[in-house]
């Protein structure tokens, strides 16, 4: 199937070049400029050590009118201290002085090695050339040059129409290790043409957020970075304020898809990862407890590297299940399904089942682990990967 | 350093025997027999599917005047359901009859792939022998009968004097993978030939089990059968009832000895595993902090990648804390510090840290990593390992 390109959003355009951050030759640094009037909304991460730009967009953002986004690949400017700090306010005046607008209208973003500096100066020279070259096609060199150890770049689209009016959401996103994003996600940027009120759209993200990128693990250990944007230019349309407006429920499904389709894609992409697998657990007294098990199970060492071994190694997920509720389980009421086969029934191995129908639904790249608790009516669902040789080597070689 | 033999504990006689658990010749099924009037106290894992035999295990030592223990390797004997337990308790009769002692008076062992029944037959006729083959000084073979994926046997002993009495210690476990014990262990067994009143001992074996193997772990995977046994035999000495009586101070430092050594050795013998990293969590606000962020640290497979790869990659350590503490956590009073090398300072880059000193002692089998957080009194440590291209083709072929 031939990829379709990235459709340009009107009121956003985009400019990728070669800042060399990195020893590399490829883009590395994303300009991203935003209409005036735009709504633009987002969700970072809840590590405690989050990263210097991190702090820098939270308050350029609460200040609202941001006009620019500027996005490095190749360093995180995490763990870096006063400097870290103020490199990150140096990239955003630079932007400012280049696109004539104020600093606090610029939101700074980093992702890459942690404890490093910024080399600032590259980015201070590669700044201006970057707002020369701002054009609305740039979405598909956008989605490269945020890339670290992505093996590919992370794009969605959907068209919709709003009364009479065509209206598009884009979106782009980079991340395949350091994954279980906490309340945000690695870093995304989702954009639409449609007007949305800046209160609205802040709800938005938060909603899109929750049932996408909060959904995925490929390793359980949440970044410095993370960071999810939502952008409405306000090009398109009438202004939607409240969910009752014409055109909300059509717009937040598109921006929820467009976030799932990168979620899922950051999963298929994670480091090493072989398998794209659901997990999804019902039955459970509240949706934190149908997530704490969705994560022990997906998150388990032992059942990732049975996902990889395509080994439908159950006694690991009965493990993994008892390891997420300690005291309550009455495990006589705990179901397991792969896809349509039931391997544990009442808590042990289902009468019917065989190993082959196990190994059959394990060896496909792509399956469901279903897991009945049979505790209460909560049901969640998270999407994980397998642990492979190659994550051991991509992780292991990372920064050598 | 040629390894001492482990010494004869007066009033315990073991047998190891092959009994073909699974297709294999060695020895997978020991009996212990423990002297009248001994003391056996137990921890058993928190996971919910804990295995038959642990079920059974908990029920007959509520009822004290343990006479002997079956261990067999090979197959745990979890989620199995009723027929499990009915295999256990089975197993529990043979070795009644053999012994001439109650069902009740057996505690059951089992440890190995979970969710296949036990080959019931095999166990049941290769009983009589074991029994017909009780002996002092069977501790040396004991430990490799128990052994799973374990690389090596895992014994220690002390030996001290009470009055004018000498008292032996011994302790033998297994275990190498699913390891984070959670108020318990993988399987182990620690015997003495004292006389300690059963509440005391019940108490002892939570101490000893609470600063050695519930600061161990592998793969953040806790078992479905893990379990600590202490054994007092009361051949020697005066009876000790309490803390205060002579000899007391002496035996519960010689019994905690030997379990922080056997619990250091599974870490050592971790699946697949190339370093033995102590971490140390200093300046927490509680026990449970510190111990929350060692084992956040400790767990994270991008930490363990790190320490498969020698590679000081210090952002990866910062990460994993602030993902420990997630909202209260003031960055700028961390410290990390590698052996005696400081890396962060107040939550960056230690100014005079220069990578070499960061490799030479990430490159050493065994080193320590000191976390000061700076928020209080509390410290505490873990033992784990690295994570590596071995653990992966274990897990991926346990199997087959």
Redesign the interface.
Known sequence: MPESLLPPVKGIRLASVPAKIKDWSRDDLLLIEVAEGASVSATFT?????AAPVMVAKEHIAQGNIRALLVNAGN?N????A??LSDARACCSAVAAAMNVRAEQVLPFSTG????HLPLQRLLDAIPSAAAELIESGWERAAKAIMTTDTRPKKAQRLLKIGSEEVTVVGIAKGS??IQP?MATMLAYVATDACIAQPLLDQMVKEAVNVSFNRVSV??????NDACVLIASGVKGKPIHSPADEGYSALMEAITQVHIELAQDVVRDGEGANKFVTIQVEGAESSEEALKVAFEVGN???VK??L??S?P????L??????A???S?D??KVNIYLDTVQV?Q????AVDYREELGEQVFSQPEFTIRIELGRGNASEYIWTCD???E???I??????
């Open positions: 809840q590590n405690s050590f989050c995180a995490a763990a870096t201290g400097r870290g090695v942690i404890g490093e290790g350091m906490n390793d359980g250990d949440t970044s410095t388990s060492p032992l590297t049975a990889y071994a080994d190694n159950w006694g690991r009965v493990m993994a299940v008892g390891n509720i300690t005291h389980l495990t006589e544990v009442a808590g042990g191995r642990f492979s040789h994550y051991v080597t992780n292991a070689e990372y920064r050598t």
